[in-house]
Structure formats: C-alpha cells, structure tokens
C-alpha cells in the first residue's frame, strides 16, 4: 500500500464539496493507495502525471521519486482540470505558484 499525500489545494477542494461528493472523493483516495480506482495516465506536456476519475471529479497525482508516495496535486471538476492545472504548473514553473 502507498501513502497517499494531498496538497492544500485537493485537501480544500475536497472539504469544499456537499457530503455526498466529499464522501465518495475520500473513499477513492482511500482506494487510491491500494493503486484501485479509475486510474489513466495523462498524455502530452502532462505525460509524467496520472488522473484518478470520480464521477465528475478528477484528481490530478504523480508518484514519488521512491514510488511508495502517491502525491495528489490538484482537484477540480472534469471540465475545468486539465487546463486549470496545466496553467498552475506553468505559473509554477516561472516561479509564480505554490503548492
């Protein structure tokens, strides 16, 4: 089993939902250390990071350098999470972002 970390940004993100999305965000996490889950790795500038699906949710995540820590970055709804966090990790790689 992996240790599942998640920024401030998921960790808010999550709390953020109304009881049935949060509950159901917390149960994938939870599956997520054991690698379970609607797991899909992302293609392009993003191709060193993965996605989890939950329902109309994505987790955007990437295994640590040593593989047994499984870093959940960002958050958000299906529509929005791809182009939201391709901007974030440009904004971060100018120096401009935090996690």
Not at 39 to 59: H, Q, T
Request: hydrophobic share 40%.
């Amino acid at each position: 089993m992996k240790r599942v970390e998640l920024s401030r940004q998921v960790a808010s993100f999550i709390r953020s939902r109304a009881p049935e999305p949060r509950q159901q965000l917390r149960l994938a996490l939870r599956q997520l250390a054991a690698e379970r889950g609607e797991i899909k790795s992302l293609e392009g500038r993003l191709k060193n990071y993965f996605r989890l699906r939950v329902g109309n949710y994505r987790i955007v995540f990437r295994y640590s350098n040593s593989g047994k820590i499984i870093q959940c970055i960002f958050a958000e709804s299906r529509d929005l999470v791809y182009e939201l966090f391709e901007q974030l990790m440009h904004a971060r790689l100018l120096g401009r972002g935090e996690e």
